[in-house]
C-alpha cells in the first residue's frame, strides 16, 4: 500500500520523457545527446557488439568544453565552485575563472609532455583545484583516474602501476579534522619505485614542508606563465574519459573506463531528471571526488547545466557536529546529496542540530550508495526536509556512470516509499531475476538485471576486456549484472537489498573481501584471513575479519593492532576492520571455499540453524563441526 504522506514532487508532470523513452530507447537518447555541445554530430547512435557498447559513433565532443565553454558563452559570471575549507576559509569561482584557470592548467600538462589518451593519476584533497585537474585532463583528452585521498601509499601504487600514468597531481597536504594528511609523503612512498612517473606535479594547500625533487613541480610556478587559453581537443565520441578504480570480488581493484559521448548524455539527462536543476539552485553534494558520484554528480553533471554548487573540504561533521546543517543555511542550500551512512549519523546527534539551524532554502533530497532504511528515510524527509521535499533516492554504481534506478521529480511526480529508489530513469530497462535468469514473480527477492545498454555504461575495464566480459556479462547471456539483490513490489518499485556478491558497502565505500583478505596475508604474521561484513547501525556494514597466523607467532593485543595498522597502511584508514578474531583454522567446504556466511553467523551470534541452508558446498554436519571447532579456537581478547 502506497503511503500518501510522501505523494510529494515539484510540480512537474512531464508524461512525454518517459513515453518516448518507452517507444524507442536508442531515439530517445539520441534526441537527449543533442542537448550537450557537439563539434560533430554522430553517425551511428549506438554500435552494441555484446558486451560492448559504443554510443554516438562519429561524434566529436569534448567534456570539459561541455562543463565550462557552454556556460562561460552565455553566462560568464555564474557561480561554478563556492568552496569552504575546513579551517573556514571561502573560495569562489565564476564559471569564467573556472574555465582560465582549466585552461591555464592544461597547458601546463601539455608542457610536461601529456598527451592525448595518456593518464594523468589525480589524489587531492576536496579543493577546487580537484576539479580543476579533471576538467584540464579532459581538455586535452587525458585520461584522468583520481584516487580517494584516503587510500594510502600501496593502494596508490597498485592503481598507478595499473594505469601507467606519467604524471600525478597532488598537493603538499589535506586537512581532515585539524589533521594534516601528508599526500606529497605519500605519493613519494607509492611511486619510488615506478620509474615512468615523469612529474608529480604539487599543489601548495596547507603550506607544510615537503620534500621536492627535479621530478616535482609547484603547481602555482608552472601555472602562472601559462595562457589562459587552451582550445579543447576535438576528440571522439567513445574517447575515454577516466578510469576509476573499484573493488570487485578479486584482490586486485578493477578500473573501470568510462568514455566521453555517451557518458556525458547520460550525467546530463539524469543530473536533470533527478535534481530539477534550475538556474537559482544552490546544489551541494557531499560525495568526495575520489568516488563516483564525485565524478558525476559534482564534476560533469552540475557544471554542464551551469549550476552553482557547494564543495565542502572536510569531515561533514567537523569542526561542529552541526557543520553540515550550517552551510545549509548558510548558503541556501536547495538540493542536498547525501548518503545513508552520513544521514545515520545526522540523525544519532539528535534533532536539536538541524532544528537550531534553517533548512528552509531545501526543495530536494537525494541519497546514494546504499540501501537507506525506511527510519532514516523518515526522518531526512521530516527533519531535514520539514515534509515538502521529495527525496530521490538513487540506485547506480561505478559501472553504470550515472543512476539508473531514482525518482525524476524534474520530470514527473510519483508517490514516494521510504526506502525503495521507485523506478528506473527513462531509457533504462531493468528485471529482477532468478539464478537462471527467469524473472521473479513481484515481491519475491532476485538478482537485478540491467536488459538493455545505456549511455553511461562502462566502455571496459583498463587493460581487460576478458575482465569485464567475465565480472558483469557471464552469468547471464547479454544482459548486465551489477552484483546485487533486489524486489520489485506490485506497483514495480524496486527496493535494493544490497550486494550479492563478496564485496562490503562500508560507511558507502566499496571493498572487496578479497582484496581485505590479500592485504591481511601480505602481513608476515598471517597464514591465511578470512573477512566478512556484518550490519552496522551508522557505516551500514562493518569489516569483521578472522585470522589465522602463521605457526609459532602468538596472539597479542599488540599483534591485533599491528594487523589493524597494517590494513590502514595498505588499503587506507576505511578498510580497518571493526572486529579481528585469531583463529586457528578457516571453516571451509570440502572444495576449499571459505563458509564465509558461517562467519557472519558467528560475528552476529546468530543460531546454526539459520545458516544451515545458506552453505550451498557443505553438509550441515560440516558446518556444525566447522562452527565449534572455530568457536573452540576463538581467541576474543
Ligand atoms: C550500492 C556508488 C541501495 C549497490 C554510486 C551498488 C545502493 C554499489 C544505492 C555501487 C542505493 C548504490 N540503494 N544500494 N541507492 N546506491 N548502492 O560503485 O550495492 O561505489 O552495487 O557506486 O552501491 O557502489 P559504487
Known amino acids: 500500500m502506497l503511503d500518501s504522506t510522501y505523494e510529494i514532487g515539484l510540480g512537474n508532470n512531464d508524461l512525454k520523457t518517459r513515453s518516448d523513452a518507452a517507444r524507442d530507447g536508442i531515439k530517445f537518447w539520441e534526441t537527449q545527446a543533442a542537448k550537450l555541445y557537439w563539434f560533430e554530430k554522430w553517425h551511428t547512435a549506438l554500435e552494441w557488439n555484446p558486451p560492448f557498447a559504443r554510443w554516438f559513433v562519429g561524434g566529436k565532443i569534448n567534456a570539459s568544453y561541455n562543463a565550462l565553454d557552454v556556460t562561460v558563452k552565455k553566462n560568464p559570471n555564474k557561480k561554478a565552485i563556492i568552496w569552504e575549507g575546513e579551517d573556514g576559509t571561502k573560495r569562489e569561482l565564476t564559471y569564467q575563472e573556472l574555465l582560465s584557470e582549466v585552461c591555464k592548467l592544461a597547458n601546463v600538462l601539455k608542457s610536461l609532455g601529456v598527451k592525448k589518451g595518456d593518464r594523468v593519476t589525480v589524489y587531492l584533497p576536496m579543493v577546487p583545484e580537484l576539479i580543476m585537474s579533471l576538467l584540464a585532463c579532459a581538455r ?38 585539524g589533521n594534516i594528511i601528508q599526500l606529497k609523503d605519500i605519493v613519494d612512498e607509492a611511486i619510488s619505485d615506478l620509474d615512468f612517473v615523469e612529474h608529480i606535479l604539487v599543489l601548495e594547500h596547507t603550506k607544510n614542508n615537503i620534500a621536492m625533487t627535479k621530478r616535482d613541480k609547484k603547481w602555482h610556478e608552472l601555472v602562472a606563465s601559462m595562457s589562459p587559453i587552451c582550445n579543447a581537443e576535438v576528440l571522439d565520441s567513445t574517447h575515454p574519459l577516466y578510469i576509476l578504480y573499484t573493488s570487485g570480488t578479486t584482490g586486485k581493484p578493477k578500473g573501470v573506463l568510462h568514455g566521453t559521448g555517451g557518458y556525458l548524455t547520460h550525467i546530463y539527462s539524469t543530473f536533470k531528471w533527478i535534481f530539477d536543476i534550475r538556474d537559482s539552485d544552490v546544489y551541494f553534494c557531499t560525495a568526495d571526488m575520489g568516488w563516483v558520484t564525485g565524478h558525476s554528480y559534482i564534476a560533469y553533471g552540475p557544471l554542464m547545466h551551469g549550476a552553482t554548487q557547494i564543495m565542502y ?22 538540493i542536498l546529496y547525501t548518503t545513508p551512512t552520513a ?99 513481484p515481491d519475491s527477492k532476485g538478482y537485478l538485471v540491467v536488459t538493455n545498454p545505456w549511455p553511461g555504461m562502462l566502455l571496459t575495464l583498463w587493460g581487460d576486456d576478458e575482465k569485464y566480459k567475465t565480472v558483469y556479462w557471464t552469468k547471464y547471456k547479454n544482459v548486465y549484472y551489477p552484483g546485487d539483490y533486489a524486489i520489485k513490489d506490485k506497483d514495480g518499485y524496486i527496493w535494493m ?18 582484496e581485505l583478505e590479500s592485504a591481511f596475508v601480505s ?11 556484518i550490519p552496522h547501525e551508522v557505516k551500514g556494514e562493518a569489516i569483521i575479519s578472522f585470522v589465522v597466523l602463521k605457526e609459532g607467532i602468538t596472539t597479542t593485543m599488540q599483534l591485533k593492532e599491528e594487523l589493524t595498522n597494517h590494513i590502514r597502511k595498505t588499503i587506507g584508514p576505511i578498510a580497518a576492520p571493526d572486529q579481528l578474531y585469531f583463529v586457528k583454522k578457516l571453516p571451509k567446504t570440502r572444495s576449499g571455499k571459505i563458509m564465509r556466511r558461517l562467519l557472519k553467523a558467528m560475528a552476529k551470534n546468530e543460531p546454526i540453524g539459520d545458516i544451515s541452508t545458506l552453505e550451498d558446498e557443505a553438509s550441515v554436519d560440516e558446518i556444525k563441526a566447522a562452527l565449534a571447532e572455530l568457536q573452540q579456537t576463538l581467541d576474543k581478547f
Open 313 to 334: 573540504e572536510g569531515a561533514l561533521d567537523y569542526p561542529t557536529p552541526a557543520k553540515i546543517w550550517e552551510i545549509v543555511s548558510r548558503y541556501k542550500v536547495t
Open 343 to 441: 544521514l545515520r549519523m545526522f540523525m544519532k546527534f539528535g534533532d536539536e542540530l538541524p532544528n537550531s539551524n534553517d533548512l528552509s532554502s531545501l526543495k530536494l533530497l537525494g541519497t546514494v550508495g546504499e540501501p537507506i532504511n525506511p527510519q532514516v528515510w523518515k526522518w531526512y524527509f521530516k527533519i531535514i526536509g520539514k515534509e515538502k521535499c521529495p527525496i530521490v533516492d538513487t540506485w547506480w554504481q561505478t559501472e553504470t556512470g550515472g543512476a539508473l534506478i531514482s525518482p525524476v521529480p524534474g520530470l514527473e511526480t510519483i508517490p514516494l516509499k521510504p526506502g525503495s529508489a521507485t523506478r528506473p530513469v527513462p531509457g533504462v530497462s531493468l528485471s529482477v531475476v532468478d539464478e537462471h535468469g527467469k524473472e521473479v514473480k
Open 140 to 177: 586535452i583528452g587525458a585520461i584522468h583516474t583520481v584516487i580517494f585521498s584516503g587510500f594510502s601509499a600501496k593502494s596508490i601504487k597498485d592503481r598507478v602501476e595499473d594505469s601507467k600514468s606519467k604524471v600525478i597531481i597532488t598537493s603538499d597536504g589535506g586537512k581532515r579534522r
Open 523 to 533: 602481513h608476515k604474521a598471517v597464514a591465511e584471513a578470512a573477512v566478512c561484513g
Open 497 to 514: 537489498l544490497g550486494r550479492a556478491d563478496d564485496v562490503l558497502k562500508v560507511a558507502g565505500h566499496r571493498l572487496g573481501t578479497a
